[in-house]
């Protein structure tokens, strides 16, 4: 299950954070911390994912919460592609609101149904899912924050 923070690359851990803060707040003009409950996104109690821009996308950072919801530790999340977080029966919907956030920057209604790893299904709901780039405004993935 989850990692401690001392197992991750904490540098690595707060760029990212960094990365999510800002985009979030350049997407949607609102602040994650308080969307999120919390300025330290990884102990935060809304659930937060990312995942990067590879042909099948692969989750770059999932927090606590993410990975107690999931059942999967940090490495097991950020080896796994993100599509494996929902079942093959919604993969085209899925997909076509990753499409439709990527054009419009985000999106703030998203609702489904995902798959813990130990085969249980979870509704999730109002979910934000927005573009990630960086400081330089290259495209690093996508996130996600909602809450249960």
């Known amino acids: 299950m989850a990692e ?7 540098s690595s851990l ?3 954070e960094k990365q999510l803060h800002a985009s979030f707040a350049r997407r949607t003009g609102r602040e994650l911390a308080h969307v999120a409950g919390s300025d330290d996104l ?3 109690p809304a659930i937060v994912l990312m995942h990067g821009t590879q042909s099948d996308p692969i989750f770059c950072y999932a927090n606590l919460a993410a990975q107690h919801l999931w059942g999967y530790s940090w490495s097991e999340f950020c080896a796994m592609p993100s599509r494996l977080s929902a079942e093959p029966e919604v993969q085209a919907d899925r997909e076509r609101l990753l499409r439709q956030a990527h054009e419009k920057g985000y999106i703030a209604d998203y609702s489904g149904v995902r798959i813990a790893r130990d085969g249980r299904r979870f509704h999730i709901s109002n979910v934000i899912l927005w573009n990630v780039d960086d400081d330089h405004g290259l495209r690093c993935g996508q996130a996600a924050v909602f809450r249960i």
Do not use: F, I, P, V
Request: charge should be neutral.
């Open 4 to 10: 401690t923070e001392s197992a991750l690359d904490t």
């Open 14 to 16: 707060h760029a990212r």
């Open 42 to 44: 990884y102990k935060a």
